[in-house]
Nanobody
Framework: EVQLVESGGGLVQAGGSLRLSCAIS???????????IGWFRQAPGKEREAISCISLYDGSTYFGDSVKGRFTISRDNAKNTVHLQMDSLKPEDTAVYYC????????????????????WGQGTEVTVSS
């Protein structure tokens, strides 16, 4: 069974930075290099939002409009880990951030492809104070 373990959430002031990490572990019949890993977030009272994703196969990425230009995503295939660097944080970035993986998808998943997500992390809280 594959698991995703997130780390790096916390409290930061507006304009600051945080880095989230998502480590993949467990036994998979599909090579981890064939995974697409990314992040959703959900704020209280709001719908879940897909914000970024990276293909472990070729490094191609997706960013939602709300984070484009402020967030970057990277992969470390040797460590089966994905990092989300969040800069210029705003209070509206406050949410629970969930790592998500699509197995065997060699390209970034899109927001409309929630059904393609096979594994979810437990979530990590990010709070941005004004």
């Amino acid at each position: 069974e594959v698991q995703l373990v997130e780390s790096g959430g916390g409290l930061v002031q507006a304009g600051g930075s945080l880095r989230l990490s998502c480590a993949i572990s467990g036994v998979s019949l599909v090579p981890f290099d064939d995974y697409s890993i990314g992040w959703f977030r959900q704020a209280p009272g709001k719908e879940r939002e897909a914000i970024s994703c990276i293909s472990l196969y070729d490094g191609s990425t997706y960013f939602g409009d709300s984070v484009k230009g402020r967030f970057t995503i990277s992969r470390d295939n040797a460590k089966n880990t994905v990092h989300l660097q969040m800069d210029s944080l705003k209070p509206e970035d406050t949410a629970v951030y969930y790592c998500a993986a699509a197995v065997g998808l060699r390209r970034p998943w899109l927001p409309s492809e929630v059904g393609a997500i096979d594994v979810w992390g437990q979530g990590t809280e990010v709070t941005v104070s004004s």
